[in-house]
């Protein structure tokens, strides 16, 4: 059974920074692709950043430039620093283990954690 548990979110002011992380238990993470969605109130869930088993990434053009996405295999943890956030950034972000499809992520509907807040005001 994989149990996902985000952490590090919280209320801070334009331009500031956060990191989030993600850990997993119970699974071989190596041999997952990892997305990081987020929702906002009276949106869809979207996805702003993913990570090959390789190491390649991906990213929403609405973050890309200030969100970085990384794994560390060995302690079972993804991460999403996040840059020079804005109002606009505040949802709630949720970690994803899914399948490597020849370097390219394809999420699962199985394995998500329970999202983190992050809110962005001043």
């Known amino acids: 059974q994989v149990q996902l548990v985000e952490s590090g979110g919280g209320l801070v002011q334009p331009g500031e920074s956060l990191r989030l992380s993600c850990v997993a238990s119970g699974s071989i993470f190596a041999i997952y692709a990892l997305g990081w969605y987020r929702q906002a109130p009276g949106k869809q869930r979207e996805l702003i950043a993913s990570?090959?088993?390789?190491?390649?990434?991906n990213y929403a053009d609405s973050v890309k430039g200030r969100f970085t996405i990384s794994r560390d295999n060995a302690k079972n943890t993804m991460y999403l620093q996040m840059n020079s956030l804005k109002p606009e950034d505040t949802a709630v972000y949720y970690c994803?283990?899914?399948?490597?499809?020849?370097?390219?992520?394809?999420?699962?509907?199985?394995?998500w954690g329970q999202g983190t807040q992050v809110t962005v005001s001043s």
């Open positions: 994803n283990l899914g399948t490597d499809y020849s370097g390219t992520y394809s999420p699962s509907e199985r394995y």
């Open positions: 990570i090959s088993t390789g190491g390649s990434t």
